[in-house]
């Protein structure tokens, strides 16, 4: 069976979809030799998420695999020429960069703003799928969430669900992982 070149993986907070997204890119990597590159977007903006940040890079370096980790909070369309042929590239979370797009500059939401952003994110993880081997794309899943009346919180549950749907439709896998279990939602599962 062919290597897929485009995984998406969502779930929930804490639903344990990086710890799979992580196994996968590793058991990818041992199998084709690729080097692994964890693509980080999350931002240390409070101590929650400092503590979020270093378990994951704890929970990397304590593995037996070797990572390279690439700190990219913004414009990840930037660096593709940091990746080669035969990498194995984990990016977490699209969900992350979505939020460090928005609030980066002090911009009204209306369309335009908001089709560019959408655009830019895409864009810059299918460049970046082209680039290496496998790209696994993280991201969370909050549509099971309850309603909030907040237009800003509509509009971005409406643009990440965009996105989400361009990135499913270009995946040759996608996962929804609950409860520590990944569930196939396309492709063909892995032998």
Request: glycine content about 8%.
């Amino acid at each position: 069976m062919a290597v897929p070149s485009l995984i998406f993986i969502s779930g929930g907070v804490r639903s344990g979809k990086s710890s799979f997204a992580e196994k996968m890119a590793v058991d990818l990597a041992m199998n084709t030799g690729g080097q692994l590159n964890y693509l980080a977007t999350g931002v240390a903006f409070d101590q929650e998420m400092r503590e979020r940040i270093a378990k994951h890079q704890q929970d990397r370096a304590a593995g037996e695999s070797s990572w390279r980790t690439i700190e990219r909070s913004l414009h990840i369309g930037g660096i593709t020429n940091m990746f080669g042929s035969e990498d194995i590239i984990l990016l977490d979370c699209v969900t992350t960069l979505l939020n460090n797009e928005l609030f980066s500059v002090n911009h009204q939401w209306d369309e335009p703003f908001l089709n560019a952003v959408k655009d830019k994110i895409v864009t810059g993880i299918i460049e970046i799928q082209n680039q290496g081997k496998v790209l696994i794309v993280v991201s969370n899943e909050v549509f099971h969430e309850p309603l909030i009346d907040n237009e800003l919180v509509f509009i971005y549950r409406k643009l990440l669900g965009q996105i989400h749907q361009q990135l499913v439709k270009a995946a040759d896998q996608a996962y929804l992982v609950e409860m520590g279990v990944p569930i196939l939602m396309k492709g063909a599962s892995r032998s």
